[in-house]
């Protein structure tokens, strides 16, 4: 098969092996550090609110705009990873949390900090999707899923470092201490890839460049969205991010340490036994819900809406309880079950994947992005406002899960059928042009291959032409790189 473009493209998935793991590595790793930053508030909320002396909702101001931004960002950075690469991409990310991770440091108001938080955010939203498309230019498409995961499992490792690391530390040496040593870890995973990192092994490139011109680029955009998102499985994998990923991220973030103290009186390092607790939990799911969707994509759906239904259970459980707090036993429950969060957001991207050729994975990844960063933007916003509202009444707060999870239930139901009719379609239309069939030998005597009905049949001698036929393939078959 010759993809589209000028240059002809080879035929089979990438290679993989050890240089491609040594290349993602270096992107996992700036990943994994973008995490730290990101979730570095979440560990010094409660240190927060008394530096820049503010309530909840101001301090739910922290990670909303930081969040904020990184969905805003989700499809400019998806165009520009499509247009310009993974490494010029991840570079400019990694330049910018660090800088935002300085200046959070170093901030004297509460003004300031909210601007080096937004800047965090910014270089934290060129990272995830940069790393995802090193996984499906490096290694055979069959190995997507366990990819993604992996590279989650590698975020949620920045987390653990956020909660064993850079709590203690903060509470020792001090909040500019303490943020500013971290911002030097941007500065050592930038090292390796300014030096090393290499968007594609050679003779796997881009399938197609962006068209170049006087208004080739608004077309070029307008053509990637328009197309990534009338695709039901991009659809469909935004809305899994967006129901599955929450929970999660809202407790991580923000307001689970604040919940643990105030709300259950636990103490400060009891509570953040039990955030690594989550941590350790989506980092073990991981590994499982990989495994279990690259072997079997008919689990997509039952893990994620499974992962919805428990995480729904537990959060009643643990807000209904009778008396002022629940039992250890409930909440390390609730902990475990909140672990499979993020392995479960990670399946919307394997609905997005086979939905869209190769050129547009970036795009296409960053709609499915912002699910789960619009769900966790809203919910940290409104768990605020509540708290302020009903005087820290954490049981009316945390209601606000079960009103998004609803929604997203909803929205993935609908969308399954188209989705799943569409991908299964492309499926048996790749596998008929991969493996074609002989053409039939009538009875008069053999025509030539790959002719059309009607065309000159002549008996003359010459070469037979491909059977392969020449036509356009669906957009499945250049996302995916192999069977």
């Given at each position: 098969?010759?993809?589209?473009?000028?240059?002809?493209?080879?035929?089979?998935?990438?290679?993989?092996?050890?240089?491609?793991?040594?290349?993602?590595?270096?992107?996992?790793?700036?990943?994994?550090?973008?995490?730290?930053?990101?979730?570095?508030?979440?560990?010094?909320?409660?240190?927060?609110?008394?530096?820049?002396?503010?309530?909840?909702?101001?301090?739910?101001?922290?990670?909303?705009?930081?969040?904020?931004?990184?969905?805003?960002?989700?499809?400019?950075?998806?165009?520009?990873?499509?247009?310009?690469?993974?490494?010029?991409?991840?570079t400019l990310g990694a330049v910018l949390f660090?800088?935002?991770?300085?200046?959070?440091?170093?901030?004297?108001?509460?003004?300031?900090?909210?601007?080096?938080?937004?800047?965090?955010?910014?270089?934290?939203?060129?990272?995830?999707?940069?790393?995802?498309?090193?996984?499906?230019?490096?290694?055979?498409?069959?190995?997507?899923?366990?990819?993604?995961?992996?590279?989650?499992?590698?975020?949620?490792?920045?987390?653990?470092?956020?909660?064993?690391?850079?709590a203690p530390v903060l509470h020792g040496v001090?909040?500019?201490?303490?943020?500013?040593?971290?911002?030097?870890?941007?500065?050592?995973?930038?090292?390796?890839?300014?030096?090393?990192?290499?968007?594609?092994?050679?003779?796997?490139?881009?399938?197609?460049?962006?068209?170049?011109?006087?208004?080739?680029?608004?077309?070029?955009?307008?053509?990637?969205?328009?197309?990534?998102?009338?695709?039901?499985?991009?659809?469909?994998?935004?809305?899994?991010?967006?129901?599955?990923?929450?929970?999660?991220?809202?407790?991580?973030?923000?307001?689970?340490?604040?919940f643990l103290v105030e709300a259950q009186g636990?103490?400060?390092?009891?509570?953040?036994?039990?955030?690594?607790?989550?941590?350790?939990?989506?980092?073990?799911?991981?590994?499982?819900?990989?495994?279990?969707?690259?072997?079997?994509?008919?689990?997509?759906?039952?893990?994620?809406?499974?992962?919805?239904?428990?995480?729904?259970?537990?959060?009643?459980?643990?807000?209904?309880?009778?008396?002022?707090?629940?039992?250890?036993?409930?909440?390390?429950?609730?902990?475990?079950?909140?672990?499979?969060?993020?392995?479960?957001?990670?399946?919307?991207?394997?609905?997005?994947?086979?939905?869209?050729?190769?050129?547009?994975?970036?795009?296409?990844?960053?709609?499915?992005?912002?699910?789960?960063?619009?769900?966790?933007?809203?919910?940290?916003?409104?768990?605020?406002?509540?708290?302020?509202?009903?005087?820290?009444?954490?049981?009316?707060?945390?209601?606000?899960?079960?009103?998004?999870?609803?929604?997203?239930?909803?929205?993935?139901?609908?969308?399954?059928?188209?989705?799943?009719?569409?991908?299964?379609?492309?499926?048996?239309?790749?596998?008929?042009?991969?493996?074609?069939?002989?053409?039939?030998?009538?009875?008069?005597?053999?025509?030539?291959?790959?002719?059309?009905?009607?065309?000159?049949?002549?008996?003359?001698?010459?070469?037979?032409?491909?059977?392969?036929?020449?036509?356009?393939?669906?957009?499945?078959?250049?996302?995916?790189?192999?069977?």
């Open positions: 098969m010759t993809a589209q473009g000028s240059a002809p493209q080879p035929v089979g998935d990438p290679p993989g092996g050890g240089r491609a793991v040594a290349v993602w590595s270096i992107g996992v790793a700036v990943y994994f550090v973008a995490v730290i930053f990101r979730t570095s508030l979440g560990v010094a909320g409660l240190d927060a609110a008394d530096r820049f002396h503010v309530n909840a909702s101001a301090l739910a101001a922290f990670s909303l705009l930081q969040l904020l931004v990184y969905a805003g960002m989700q499809i400019p950075v998806g165009l520009m990873v499509d247009r310009l690469g993974t490494k010029k991409v991840l660090t800088v935002g991770q300085l200046g959070f440091a170093l901030s004297p108001s509460y003004g300031m900090a909210l601007a080096a938080r937004a800047l965090l955010g910014c270089g934290d939203a060129m990272t995830f999707i940069s790393v995802l498309r090193l996984g499906t230019r490096w290694f055979p498409a069959r190995r997507g899923p366990l990819m993604a995961q992996l590279a989650g499992l590698v975020g949620m490792a920045g987390n653990l470092v956020s909660t064993l690391v850079l001090g909040w500019t201490a303490a943020f500013a040593g971290s911002a030097v870890a941007g500065l050592v995973v930038l090292v390796p890839l300014v030096l090393f990192l290499r968007d594609h092994p050679e003779g796997h490139g881009p399938a197609r460049a962006a068209p170049k011109g006087p208004g080739a680029s608004g077309g070029f955009v307008r053509r990637q969205i328009r197309e990534s998102w009338s695709e039901p499985g991009t659809r469909l994998g935004l809305w899994v991010h967006f129901t599955t990923q929450f929970p999660a991220m809202v407790f991580l973030l923000l307001w689970g340490m604040p636990l103490s400060r390092t009891t509570a953040g036994g039990l955030l690594t607790l989550v941590v350790a939990s989506n980092m073990a799911l991981g590994l499982v819900y990989g495994q279990i969707v690259g072997r079997r994509q008919s689990a997509r759906i039952p893990l994620a809406l499974g992962t919805v239904g428990l995480t729904a259970l537990l959060w009643a459980a643990v807000l209904a309880y009778p008396g002022d707090r629940a039992p250890m036993g409930l909440l390390i429950a609730l902990c475990l079950v909140l672990g499979g969060c993020g392995p479960a957001s990670m399946i919307g991207f394997d609905f997005a994947r086979p939905a869209n050729p190769a050129e547009r994975q970036g795009t296409a990844s960053g709609i499915t992005n912002m699910g789960g960063f619009i769900a966790s933007m809203t919910t940290l916003l409104t768990v605020g406002v509540l708290l302020d509202a009903t005087g820290d009444d954490y049981r009316i707060a945390f209601s606000t899960v079960f009103v998004l999870e609803a929604l997203g239930v909803s929205q993935i139901l609908r969308l399954r059928r188209p989705a799943l009719a569409r991908e299964a379609a492309r499926e048996v239309a790749r596998h008929r042009i991969t493996n074609p069939a002989p053409a039939p030998v009538p009875a008069g005597g053999a025509v030539r291959g790959g002719a059309e009905p009607g065309a000159d049949r002549g008996a003359g001698p010459g070469p037979e032409p491909d059977r392969v036929p020449r036509a356009r393939p669906l957009p499945d078959i250049a996302g995916r790189e192999g069977p």
